[in-house]
């Protein structure tokens, strides 16, 4: 495990100990990248994500009452409440961790008390997922503790559910499933409906991958969210008048969204549009993967920025500028916003010799344009979520 994997497992691990006098399990849940295929989840199409090096860690013990006790190690808060009582607080921290045991709860599976220290190096806002890995890594952890016998995939979807029903945010499935399903150095193809999924290698041989944070996540992030899901089955329901197999815009085609461009009006159609295009898109992205073409990788990636931010309209300003800044660099094979949109990263695939500029550069445009300081995390990719067994 790498060093700052290690520091920050000590980090939760030793504020537990210091906290509750005991020496507790550890276990681990990574961000996320996604590679290509974005608001395609929901939608029952394809995705492309990765797990990172950066994650969240859980220590925590089981209690013999029925007292549940979290402690935020970045935020230094506490917040206790008992079994019986899943309202939601003030804090809105505690929101997956609640909505973890409401669900688990709703399902039928019991539970005892448990004192938990958490924390990590995802960062928040910035489209790495770090709500998934947190729900995820609480399953898991309450899974190993409590015997409840649920397996991965199981774990995944009732993340799922925690985001759609105690959030309040409609997601699909790919953060829990990337978070959970991770693997050291791969990507997974994950097929949304089916949920068959198959890992490639990433050849980051003479490229990297660099998340540049806009650091900015503008309020309509979940509600635009929402509404996005929303004009999408709307969308389903008009071409499924027609074309009565379309249950979900799998089914459907760039063609048939044309076809129907009319019926659907301009704001329904270019969403269609824009998904039966992606789902494409990611296909063909991983053929091309798979030859080794990593040019031809990079373009279909501007492509998605294009549909996002001008068909989806999901990107904003910052990201924008991001993406616009690497057009003409030679170096960058390809850029896109990744994620729900409004606002956290953008994903660029660069040759390795020139990450340093292009670093360099980025930062001190955007200071210029935004004022603003631009983080840039170099992407490792490593193992979904697990116990961590420390020497
Ligand atoms: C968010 C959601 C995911 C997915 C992406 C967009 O990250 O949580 O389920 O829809 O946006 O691809």
Redesign the pocket.
């Known amino acids: 495990m790498i060093d700052n994997t290690c520091s920050n497992a000590d980090r939760v691990h030793d504020k537990f100990k210091e906290l509750f006098g005991e020496t507790p399990r550890l276990f681990r849940s990574p961000g996320r990248i996604?590679l290509i295929?974005?608001?395609?989840?929901?939608n029952q199409g394809f995705?492309l994500p990765a797990s990172l090096d950066k994650a969240v860690f859980f220590a925590i013990t089981p209690r013999t009452d029925n007292r549940v006790i979290l402690h935020a190690v970045d935020l230094d808060e506490t917040y206790e409440f008992t079994l019986d009582d899943f309202s939601k607080p003030e804090q809105t921290w505690t929101y997956y961790q609640l909505g973890v045991l409401d669900q688990l709860q709703k399902h039928g599976y019991q539970l005892g008390g448990f004192q938990t220290a958490f924390g990590g190096d995802i960062p928040l806002g910035a489209?790495m997922?770090s709500?998934?890995a947190l729900e995820c890594c609480l399953f898991f952890a309450l899974n190993e503790l409590f015997g409840l016998g649920l397996d991965r995939l199981t774990i995944v979807k009732l993340g799922?559910k925690v985001?759609n029903q105690y959030v309040g945010?409609q997601?699909?499935?790919?953060?829990?499933f990337a978070s959970v399903f991770g693997k050291e150095e791969s990507v997974i193809r994950l097929d949304c409906r089916s949920l068959e999924y198959e890992y490639f290698p990433f050849p980051m041989h003479e490229y990297l991958l660099v998340l540049c944070d806009t650091s900015v996540k503008h309020s309509l992030a979940s509600s635009e969210?929402n509404t996005r899901r929303q004009e999408c089955e709307k969308g389903v329901s008009i071409l499924q008048k027609y074309h009565p197999d379309v249950q979900s815009l799998r089914d459907a085609t760039p063609a048939m969204v044309e076809e129907h461009r009319e019926e659907l009006g301009p704001v329904v159609y270019r969403r269609c549009k824009y998904v039966t295009e992606e789902i494409e898109r990611v296909q063909v992205a991983c053929e091309l993967l798979l030859r080794g073409d990593l040019a031809g990788f990079g373009k279909k990636m501007y492509e998605t920025h294009e549909g996002l931010q001008h068909e989806y309209e999901?990107s904003c300003e910052e990201l924008d500028f991001l993406v616009d800044q690497t057009r003409d660099n030679p170096d960058v094979l390809g850029a896109r916003m990744?994620?729900?949109?409004f606002g956290g990263c953008t994903l660029n695939l660069i040759k390795n010799t020139a990450v340093d500029t292009f670093e360099k550069q980025m930062k001190a445009a955007y200071q210029q344009a935004f004022n603003i300081e631009l983080p840039c995390y170099r992407v490792r990719i490593m193992d979904g979520t697990a116990e961590v067994h420390r020497i």
């Open positions: 996604n295929g974005e608001h395609t989840d929901y995705v489209g997922s709500s998934a799922q985001e945010v997601s699909g499935i790919m953060d829990q969210y999901v990744m994620g729900g949109g």
